[in-house]
């Protein structure tokens, strides 16, 4: 299953995560794909945001490009 986001730099990271601090938002959803690249599922997300969200993980994330999201 493809996790499914907007795709951000780390500045836009922070800057995303400040905006949803002054929203009081508890709760938000990034996964890092690179030291300097993030998806941000929050409001873009599918499913996958919700799979296996453990310190023990059974999956692996895999870098690639689609147009299914």
């Known amino acids: 299953m493809e996790y499914c986001g907007e ?3 780390y ?3 922070q ?3 400040e905006h949803y601090d002054r929203e009081n ?4 959803l990034f996964m ?3 030291a300097d690249e993030l998806i941000d599922a929050t ?7 919700f799979i296996n969200r453990s310190c023990d ?3 692996e994330t895999q ?3 689609s147009m299914a999201c």
């Open 7 to 9: 795709v951000m730099s």
């Open 11 to 13: 500045k836009d990271f």
């Open 15 to 17: 800057e995303k995560a």
């Open 25 to 28: 938002r508890r709760h938000y």
């Open 32 to 34: 890092t794909l690179r």
């Open 43 to 49: 409001y873009k997300g599918n499913l996958s945001q």
């Open 57 to 59: 993980s059974n999956r």
């Open 63 to 65: 870098n690639g490009l």
